[in-house]
């Protein structure tokens, strides 16, 4: 039985920083590029953040610079490390894991980012 699940999602100031975690369970964790979605209220999902299973990792460019995704095989989890956090960073962050581009993968039940004052 196949799980992602995230946590560390917070209320943040402005400014503040979280580590989103993603435990997976019930596949070969190493052999799957693993991401972070975001969907914020009345909008879609949309890519974060990706580290493939050779640890190439590609960012948007909205987050470039601030966010660090990190994989760690022998725990089966992947990190989403925000710094900098802006009110529009404000979202559902959801853990994603796919084996080749075209499957549609796993994805995890979401963890709530609020970055408010």
């Known amino acids: 039985q196949v799980q992602l699940v995230e946590s560390g999602g917070a209320l943040v100031q402005p400014g503040g920083s979280l580590r989103l975690s993603c435990a997976a369970s019930g596949f070969t964790f190493s052999t799957h590029a693993m991401s972070w979605y975001r969907q914020a209220p009345g909008k879609g999902r949309g890519l974060v953040a990706r580290?493939?299973?050779?640890?190439?990792?590609n960012y948007l460019d909205f987050v470039r610079g601030r966010f660090t995704i990190s994989r760690d095989n022998a725990k089966s989890t992947v990190h989403l490390q925000m710094s900098s956090l802006k009110p529009e960073d404000t979202a559902v962050y959801f853990c994603?894991?796919?084996?080749?581009?075209?499957?549609?993968?796993?994805w995890g039940q979401g963890t709530q980012v609020t970055v408010s004052s």
């Open positions: 994603h894991a796919r084996a080749f581009p075209w499957s549609d993968g796993y």
């Open positions: 580290i493939t299973s050779d640890s190439r990792t």
